[in-house]
């Protein structure tokens, strides 16, 4: 009941052991903004931007764009939020992409930041609407489907050359995705020029899987609890403390309390899930020991199969939970 929703909500997300878990939230629609602060979340980690307009014919102007990120700024008061630059292209084509007969756009085949960078007009008037609002308020970039440093860099040039135009000063702290297999294996690159990073466990679990993370069919066949996507995630947990800089894992399974205890265990500080997750997670991390999880995560990166990586989560669980 609500009694109960307003005490979980009071309560600090920290482990038995006093170590603290930063909750944000995935927002794909402004009018989920409300449930970030009555959920007690700490900003939005993660608005993917591309699904406002994924039906529209016509592009969006940065006025319309721009109206749209201060009302949810105002409505998160101070709270940071994350805009995920449109991750457009491949399967996510929208009508206005395909209306103007003379200007066809040359990079469908790409997905994510690449896509942007092929065209620029839509990402330049995205990053206008950012920039602006990024002036009175705490509003931060993010880069889908970051490659490699060299995307990367040029997006940056982008960002700064869209701010040099409009006479902002200030450029926002600028983030990347890591979700491709790729970006794994430049990691200290792209870190070494980001401000932030998000791991996206939706796709880097659907890559390195050889899966369809929308017609998997039994859940074992596209998940993040693969010992090799562990794998993935604790590398990018060592390069981010080499390099000091801020991690957030943002894909769906942040928000599965099972998962969320074993992303403590892998060394991760920060989770951005659906709003209406927060209780269930914060009331499972609340239960663990944080030298318990990693060494529970050591485990489970040795393990072959995703079914001994389960079984060894619901031993914990039932022993610790
Ligand atoms: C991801 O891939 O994990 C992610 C958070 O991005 P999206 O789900 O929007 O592809
Ligand atoms: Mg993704």
């Given at each position: 009941?609500?009694?109960?929703?307003?005490?979980?909500?009071?309560?600090?997300?920290?482990?038995?052991?006093?170590?603290?878990?930063?909750?944000?939230?995935?927002?794909?629609?402004?009018?989920?903004?409300?449930?970030?602060?009555?959920?007690?979340?700490?900003?939005?980690?993660?608005?993917?931007?591309?699904?406002?307009?994924?039906?529209?014919?016509?592009?969006?102007?940065?006025?319309?764009?721009?109206?749209?990120?201060?009302?949810?700024?105002?409505?998160?008061?101070?709270?940071?939020?994350?805009?995920?630059?449109?991750?457009?292209?491949?399967?996510?084509?929208?009508?206005?992409?395909?209306?103007?007969?003379?200007?066809?756009?040359?990079?469908?085949?790409?997905?994510g930041l690449r896509f942007l960078l092929a065209e620029s007009?839509?990402?330049?008037?995205?990053?206008?609407?950012?920039?602006?609002?990024?002036?009175?308020?705490?509003?931060?970039?993010?880069?889908?489907?970051?490659?490699?440093?060299?995307?990367?860099?040029?997006?940056?040039?982008?960002?700064?050359?869209?701010?040099?135009?409009?006479?902002?000063?200030?450029?926002?702290?600028?983030?990347?995705?890591?979700?491709?297999?790729?970006?794994?294996?430049?990691?200290?690159?792209?870190?070494?020029?980001?401000?932030?990073?998000?791991?996206?466990?939706?796709?880097?679990?659907?890559?390195?899987?050889?899966?369809?993370?929308?017609?998997?069919?039994?859940?074992?066949?596209?998940?993040?609890?693969?010992?090799?996507?562990?794998?993935?995630?604790?590398?990018?947990?060592?390069?981010?403390?080499?390099?000091?800089?801020?991690?957030?894992?943002?894909?769906?399974?942040?928000?599965?309390?099972?998962?969320?205890?074993?992303?403590?265990?892998?060394?991760?500080?920060?989770?951005?899930?659906?709003?209406?997750?927060?209780?269930?997670?914060?009331?499972?991390?609340?239960?663990?020991?944080?030298?318990?999880?990693?060494?529970?995560?050591?485990?489970?990166?040795?393990?072959?199969?995703?079914?001994?990586?389960?079984?060894?989560?619901?031993?914990?669980?039932?022993?610790?939970?």
């Amino acid at each position: 009941d609500s009694s109960t929703k307003m005490i979980e909500c009071g309560q600090p997300c920290t482990t038995l052991d006093g170590v603290g878990i930063e909750l944000v939230a995935n927002l794909g629609r402004p009018d989920e903004t409300a449930s970030v602060v009555e959920q007690g979340l700490e900003g939005v980690g993660l608005f993917r931007t591309e699904f406002m307009f994924i039906d529209a014919p016509d592009r969006p102007d940065p006025a319309t764009q721009g109206a749209i990120y201060a009302d949810i700024a105002n409505q998160l008061a101070g709270r940071p939020l994350v805009v995920r630059t449109f991750d457009l292209g491949r399967d996510k084509i929208p009508p206005f992409l395909l209306s103007d007969e003379a200007e066809q756009p040359n990079g469908l085949h790409l997905g994510g930041l690449r896509f942007l960078l092929a065209e620029s007009s839509l990402f330049e008037s995205q990053l206008q609407a950012i920039l602006e609002v990024s002036q009175d308020h705490d509003l931060r970039i993010l880069l889908p489907m970051v490659v490699g440093s060299d995307d990367f860099g040029k997006a940056v040039s982008v960002i700064q050359r869209v701010a040099d135009r409009c006479g902002v000063l200030r450029t926002p702290p600028i983030g990347a995705m890591i979700e491709t297999p790729a970006a794994l294996f430049c990691l200290d690159q792209i870190l070494d020029q980001a401000d932030f990073v998000a791991l996206g466990t939706n796709d880097l679990t659907q890559l390195l899987l050889a899966t369809d993370r929308d017609l998997a069919q039994a859940k074992d066949d596209c998940t993040a609890m693969h010992p090799s996507v562990l794998r993935a995630i604790k590398s990018v947990v060592g390069a981010a403390a080499r390099l000091q800089c801020p991690l957030c894992v943002c894909g769906e399974e942040a928000g599965d309390p099972d998962f969320a205890c074993l992303l403590v265990g892998l060394g991760i500080r920060e989770l951005s899930l659906g709003p209406t997750l927060a209780p269930a997670v914060r009331s499972a991390i609340r239960k663990i020991d944080s030298g318990v999880a990693s060494r529970v995560a050591s485990r489970a990166i040795d393990c072959d199969s995703v079914a001994e990586v389960r079984e060894l989560i619901d031993e914990w669980r039932s022993r610790d939970f």
